[in-house]
């Protein structure tokens, strides 16, 4: 297949280049709703997406765009990362979604997050619409970025060529309520385990949305639970998606925002003995520290693959505002 002259299609890693925003609470908001639309600027989630697909009724779309720009544009979004969901491509609706959003707010929007993708094709229309109104309209080239959500088989099956499709993209993102229909999954349960199975029926899908991610140094998202009122079912399958490795996950109420920022941010002692073996590596490494490949830390050695797994976590910590309550003291002599 020859490239086409869309920049940087086909291009593995190319997330690295993106701002690494932080994710840990993603917070659904109707577009259609206005009195949501100016609660949300006051919650304290990591990320607002002002969402023109499922959570807006389709008589409702096209009130829904004008209301979303001038959210963007007259709201106070600080410390908000601002993204719009719009339609997927096989409706009618995607094209004008994006050309409204984006030429009134586009200045105040930092990612246009796509529903639905089946192929990287997808990714690249909508890469190179943005490239146009961009243009257009005299802004920053290839500022506003791309959130991919997979939910169905065919995105899954063809997620290495999504996830490497853009050099917008900043990450994939579960969508566990499409994704358990277009399985034909025996539960209407969303985000909870189907009945009868007896092992987690998520792990394969997560796991391979988490692979590609990586892959292509994008971020891993996981998708809403949908019983609202449960936070310590929230916290549980949270849990397990912050175990595997995921950034963050969708919020859909203002309950499950503080449990998703802190179950997404490591724990403070976490932080705090990765702040020290990055600083214990750094020295025992130097020459002051003999120039040594491995040392100890207390009880446990460490080396260039424990440096890796710190940055990991003193990244998640630094980012979600953490601070170090240790310092490192190199040995005496
Ligand atoms: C989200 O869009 C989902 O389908 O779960
Ligand atoms: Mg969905």
Same mark, same amino acid.
């Given at each position: 297949m020859t490239a086409p002259a869309t920049p940087g299609y086909g291009l593995p890693g190319a997330g690295a280049t993106r701002p690494?925003?932080?994710?840990?609470?993603?917070?659904?908001?109707?577009?259609?709703?206005?009195?949501?639309?100016?609660k949300a600027q006051g919650l304290?989630?990591?990320?607002?997406f002002l969402d023109l697909e499922d959570a807006c009724a389709p008589l409702a779309k096209e009130g829904a765009r004008h209301a979303i720009v001038e959210a963007l544009n007259t709201g106070d979004w600080a410390g908000k990362t601002r993204v719009v969901r719009v339609n997927d491509w096989l409706t009618e609706?995607?094209?004008? &979604?994006?050309?409204t959003v984006v030429e009134g707010a586009g200045q105040n929007l930092d990612c246009v997050m796509l529903p639905k993708v089946q192929d990287a094709e997808q990714i690249v229309a909508l890469d190179l619409l943005l490239t146009q109104i961009e243009r257009a309209m005299g802004f920053e080239a290839g500022r506003i970025g791309i959130e991919a959500q997979i939910e169905n088989a065919r995105g899954l099956v063809n997620i290495d060529t999504i996830a490497g499709a853009s050099p917008r993209l900043e990450t994939l993102v579960f969508g566990p309520a499409d994704f358990m229909a277009s399985l034909n999954m025996k539960t209407l349960v969303v985000g909870e385990q189907p009945p009868g199975y007896g092992a987690d029926a998520y792990h394969y899908i997560l796991m391979r949305i988490l692979m590609a991610a990586r892959?292509?140094?994008?971020?891993?998202? &996981?998708?809403?639970y949908l019983q609202i009122?449960?936070?310590?079912?929230?916290r549980e399958v949270a849990g397990r998606a912050a175990a595997l490795g995921y950034d963050g996950k969708w919020v859909l109420h203002p309950g499950q925002i503080e449990a998703s920022n802190e179950i997404f941010a490591p724990s403070q002692a976490d932080y705090d003995r990765a702040e020290l073996i990055l600083d214990a590596y750094a020295?025992?490494?130097s020459a002051a520290g003999g120039a040594k490949g491995s040392a100890m830390l207390g009880d446990e050695m460490i080396d260039e693959a424990s440096r890796k797994m710190a940055l990991v976590i003193s990244g998640k910590g630094r980012a979600a505002g953490m601070r170090r309550?240790?310092?490192?003291?190199a040995p005496e002599g």
């Open positions: 690494q925003r932080p994710r840990r609470s993603c917070l659904a908001v109707p577009g259609s709703n206005p009195r949501f639309l100016e304290p989630a990591d990320l607002v609706w995607t094209y004008r &979604d994006v050309i892959t292509h140094d994008l971020q891993a998202i &996981d998708g809403p009122r449960d936070v310590d079912g929230f020295w025992h490494t309550t240790t310092r490192f003291e």
